[in-house]
């Protein structure tokens, strides 16, 4: 069983209803941007972690 169940309200927007009697009002288009941009972080976020991991791992070669 789905969490919540969706209906249209216009081309951009539908109302979200979850399960437990919460409804909010979800605009589509901004929900994709913000996607993409939490997208776009976690890669720059997951480049500079096996940055730092590479760094990391040499480090260990070091004599200690």
Do not use: G
Not at 29 to 58: F, W
Request: charged residues 30%.
């Amino acid at each position: 069983m789905s969490k919540f169940t969706l209906e249209k309200i216009d081309s951009d927007n539908v109302k979200k209803i979850d399960m437990h009697e919460s409804v909010s009002t979800v605009n589509i288009p901004a929900l994709q941007t913000q996607k993409e941009e939490l997208e776009n972080m976690a890669s720059k976020i997951q480049a500079q972690l096996d940055q730092i991991s590479e760094v990391l791992a040499e480090y260990e070669k070091l004599p200690k």
